[in-house]
């Protein structure tokens, strides 16, 4: 019914909408006009997402206008990427809990529309894209930290280049941590150890990650990594505690 309203009866749908109770119903409704709006008048849709109240709403979207023109005019889609991450500057996703078995639980977000749209995004010019993420922020954002794992995923040396032109110490500490779970994971322990312990003030939890990791593929090496590492000797008596409690 509201898929056959939206095309032949729009104003019939603006009125629905006023009239039903906050709920699943109403946001099937809204998201109906939405759909309309983008399909026929794209700009009218573009004021109405910027004018939603809810931010992962207006995120997502924002996202479907920007998808629809990444191709034909992408300066116009990195600007309604900076409009989504004005919108949602923490997380794109909400997040929820997901069962990881043996009776645990963690908390994770599954992409959306949003998410989604910002990995495009990454894709075309991934330095542009997590100076984004960062443009205006004094803290980093989960934001920042899912799009810098995935373009250092997908390429390791060029993300490593762009760590090494950072000069904003919280930024290049929070994107390191990206290069030493790459490294790490392919084995490259003493390389990964020495990003682990670059920057002015090197990331604590960096250390912690390696050296849980280090230790699985070799214990003893792991070790006398530990023993060796020029850290205060709290960070140092952690991580010995790491390594005994990961044993």
Not at 113 to 134: G, N, Q, V, W, Y
Not at 153 to 172: F, K
Not at 180 to 187: A, E, F, K, R, Y
């Amino acid at each position: 019914l509201l898929d056959a309203m939206k095309s032949t009866n729009p104003d019939d749908l603006e009125r629905l909408a006023a009239i039903t109770p906050s709920g699943a119903m109403k946001r099937q409704i809204e998201d109906a006009i939405f759909e309309n709006l983008l399909a026929t008048d794209p700009e009218a849709a573009l004021k109405r997402a910027k004018a939603t109240d809810a931010p992962l709403v207006a995120a997502v979207q924002l996202a479907k206008i920007g998808a629809s023109l990444l191709t034909s005019d992408p300066e116009k889609a990195f600007g309604i990427g900076a409009d989504i991450l004005a919108a949602c500057p923490e997380k794109l996703a909400p997040e929820k809990r997901i069962d990881i078995g043996s009776n645990n639980m963690s908390w994770g977000a599954e992409p959306n529309t949003a998410t989604k749209f910002m990995e495009s995004l990454l894709i075309k010019d991934p330095s542009r894209t997590l100076e984004m993420t960062t443009a205006g922020s004094d803290t980093v954002s989960a934001t920042f930290r899912d799009l810098s794992r995935k373009w250092a995923e997908r390429d390791l040396p060029a993300y490593t280049d762009w760590v090494n032109h950072q000069s904003d110490p919280g930024i290049r500490n929070a994107a390191a941590s990206q290069i030493v779970s790459q490294l790490s994971s392919q084995g490259h322990f003493q390389e990964a150890a020495e990003w682990a312990m670059s920057g002015q003030k090197p990331d604590p939890g960096n250390l912690y990650n390696l050296a849980i990791q280090w230790s699985r593929s070799n214990r003893e090496d792991a070790s006398a990594w530990v023993e060796s590492v020029n850290v205060s000797e709290d960070v140092k008596s952690n991580l010995r505690s790491f390594l005994k409690h990961n044993e």
